[in-house]
């Protein structure tokens, strides 16, 4: 039985993310604002939603410059776009660059905190080689007009990328771009790396796992206890698929010689519903990832490449977009609904209380308390899947030291029921969600306390 041994020093930091010290919005916890729809709130009414959530910094597929002005004073980091249609004259003219910086950027900076500005979005692979060869000038010259405003360094220019650009990313350390992209990459990678600008690509495991539906996939997809998959030339064994991607994309550009240039998770998310034939949409999927994806955030644990720090990650989408085309789940990503409630919970809200329009006041109650609960296998689950449970939990930083040989909880020395001490464990410091109990459908919660004798299971509320 391979069981980990920890600090509590981990154990400490897993409590403090449950604890009032994560009040502030997150830095790396960002969010895609939309606007594909008829039936969006008004973006001072956004702005107000955000600021009562952990969201750290939001990203638009355009310079709206009403939502530009909403967020100012708010905190929030602001990636502000130049659509594709826009880049031909960005790239023919300087003067054209000067006047969009001088009506996007210099009315509202730094009010209104514009951290990067991206130059298209998922042009390498567009197919479009007119527009492939007139996105560098065209960031050329948005760079320039910002200099000539004394904003270069502080806005970044940079452009986003689907997960296509990569020719090879399985293994991550494998990963590459694609040969046909290599001169246009170079030198656009070379840019950013005289600028500073991040790299920001698009990874989406929902989209992995709708090309390989098998059960094993989805658990690599949405970070539950799965059995791992070994990169072949490196010999790390990845535990998720988010990391994989993000690695294989840091393979590529090591492999290019760009070893420094940042990365940044432009988009990623996963539908909560679709068409009747399409593989992965659901509310408990869109939540378990979600969820499961803000947790790996902010443990910092980072990606075995890139590890002790959290890649910056704008989760698609704050709102759902009724008017995009496609299948159904491309209007069902996001995390609120047009009245501010939230569609499902992650934990992003800085307090339970779902910012709504004013009510007339009430008289105030007291909230029942909750009830009692712990999160225990399933009956009828094989010793293999509860061995994988123990040991997911017990190589994630958790302490197991009371089912080691001598522990409070090692007797009985079974698998079931070292199984449920460390199942319980990562429920009741993972965030007490109801995808915490999950294991693959291996779990269930229960209200009856588990603990015997000398045996204290953590939690139960």
Not at 231 to 248: L, T
Not at 338 to 355: A, F, H, R
Request: net charge negative; with cysteine.
């Amino acid at each position: 039985m391979a069981i980990t041994v920890v600090s509590s020093t981990c154990i400490l930091l897993l409590l403090m993310l449950q604890s009032p010290y994560f009040a502030s919005s997150q830095s790396f916890i960002g969010v895609n604002y939309g606007q594909l729809a008829d039936n969006l709130p008004a973006p001072a009414v956004t702005a107000k939603l955000l600021q009562s959530t952990m969201i750290g910094k939001v990203r638009l597929y355009d310079a709206d410059v009403e939502i530009i002005k909403s967020l100012a004073n708010t905190g929030r980091g602001i990636v502000i776009g130049v659509g594709n249609g826009e880049i031909p004259g960005l790239a023919s003219d300087p003067n054209v660059a000067g006047q969009w910086v001088g009506s996007h950027v210099l009315p509202f900076y730094p009010g209104s905190k514009i951290d990067v500005i991206t130059v298209g979005n998922e042009v390498m692979t567009s197919g479009d080689q007119g527009l492939i060869a007139q996105l560098l000038p065209a960031m050329q010259n948005v760079q320039n007009a910002l200099n000539a405003a004394s904003l270069g360094g502080k806005v970044k220019v940079s452009t986003v990328h689907s997960m296509s650009v990569l020719g090879n990313s399985d293994p991550p350390s494998s990963g590459s771009f694609k040969s046909g992209y290599s001169d246009t990459m170079r030198a656009l990678l070379q840019f950013q790396r005289a600028t500073g600008s991040p790299f920001m690509i698009n990874p989406y495991p929902f989209f992995a796992y709708k090309s390989d539906p098998r059960p094993e996939t989805l658990a690599f997809c949405l970070f539950q206890p799965n059995a791992g998959r070994v990169d072949s030339w490196s010999g790390i064994k990845y535990m998720n698929m988010f990391d994989a991607q993000v690695d294989a994309v840091k393979s590529a550009l090591n492999s290019m010689g760009f070893k420094e240039i940042e990365i940044v998770v432009a988009e990623t998310g996963w539908a909560y519903k679709g068409d009747p034939n399409e593989v992965g949409p659901s509310v408990d999927n869109a939540k378990a990832y979600n969820g499961n994806l803000i947790n790996h955030l902010r443990s910092k644990v980072g990606t075995p490449l890139m590890p002790g720090n959290s890649v910056d990650t704008y989760i698609f989408a704050l709102y759902d977009e009724n008017l995009k085309p496609g299948p159904g789940s491309e209007r069902a990503f996001g995390l609120f609904k047009e009245d501010l409630s939230m569609i499902y919970d992650v934990g992003l809200l800085k307090t339970s209380q779902t910012p709504t329009t004013p009510t007339t006041p009430t008289s105030p109650t007291t909230p029942a308390p909750k009830a009692a609960v712990w999160c225990v296998p399933k009956p009828g689950v094989s010793d293999a899947q509860l061995q994988s449970n123990v040991d997911y939990v017990c190589g994630h930083g958790l302490d197991c030291s009371p089912i080691q040989p001598g522990g409070a909880c090692y007797e009985p020395a079974t698998v079931q029921a070292h199984a449920a001490y460390a199942m319980n464990l990562y429920y009741q410091y993972s965030g007490k969600n109801p995808w915490n109990c999950d294991f693959a459908q291996t779990a269930t919660l229960s209200s009856t306390n588990p603990s015997y004798n000398g045996c204290t299971y953590p939690g139960g509320n």
